[in-house]
């Protein structure tokens, strides 16, 4: 079954260190974003991107950045990991459609920073 | 930006009875309207969609209705099953636009 892969599953770190996490689909989507969610606050848009070597910023960008060097592949980077970061971060992407349809969501990554 | 205000944030229900969650949006060019199921511990997965071109759309046992005027939409689940437990979020967009924006989420737990 076509997926939506992100590793770690789960990070503990320490504040100041660099962090990335990535994502890979198999869908054959070019849509791919990046999401956090924070319990009460539901799911915030971090970047997305439309194919290789496109970035955009959704509402909460300060303190990450994004790399798409590939279609299927997608990575989040927290260069110097502060403790508010402490989320369930999550991949998606999505067909082509004219901006509606579906988002596939990976199954998420944990990270907690001490 | 848009902002989307979701009630109840919890909802209890007894097995077999309707539940019903409510959303508001802020940005009067908004037409698509998605809502997305999270089981515990699971990724969140879409159940229903709207766009503003149509007041009601319906799934079995899942419907979503839309008021263009007053800016809100409502998910309504009828007979509802224990498997029916879980977080939904509603979101809204412009078509065309990437940035959807979410609801803070309703944990519905059904009662046996």
């Known amino acids: 079954d076509a997926d939506v892969t992100q590793t770690p599953r789960n990070r503990i770190t320490k504040t100041g260190k660099r962090i990335m996490l990535e994502c890979s689909q198999t869908?054959?989507?070019?849509?791919m974003y990046w999401y956090r969610q924070d319990p009460g606050l539901g799911l915030r848009l971090i970047y997305y991107?439309?194919?290789?070597?496109?970035?955009n910023k959704g509402e909460i960008s300060d303190g990450y950045s994004v790399s798409r060097q590939a279609q299927a592949k997608f990575s989040l980077s927290l260069e110097s990991a502060i403790p508010n970061q402490t989320a369930l971060y999550f991949c998606a992407t999505r067909k082509s459609i004219g901006g509606a349809g579906e988002l596939f969501f990976g199954e998420g990554s944990r990270l907690t920073v001490l | 930006g848009e902002n989307v205000e979701q009630h109840p944030s919890t909802l209890s229900v007894q097995e077999g009875d309707s539940a019903v969650i409510k959303c508001t949006y802020s940005?009067?060019?908004?037409?698509?309207f998605p809502w997305y199921k999270q089981e515990l511990g699971k990724r969140p997965q879409l159940i229903i969609d709207i766009r503003s071109n149509v007041g009601e759309k319906k799934d079995q046992r899942i419907a979503v209705t839309l008021n263009k005027t007053a800016k809100h939409f409502s998910l309504h689940i009828t007979e509802t099953q224990p498997e029916d437990s879980a977080v939904y979020f509603c979101?809204?967009?412009?078509?065309?636009?990437?940035?959807?924006?979410f609801g803070t989420g309703t944990r519905l737990t059904i009662i046996p």
């Open positions: 869908k054959g989507h070019d849509r």
């Open positions: 991107s439309f194919d290789v070597k496109d970035i």
């Open positions: 979101a809204a967009s412009i078509v065309g636009n990437e940035k959807l924006t």
């Open positions: 940005d009067s060019a908004s037409n698509y």
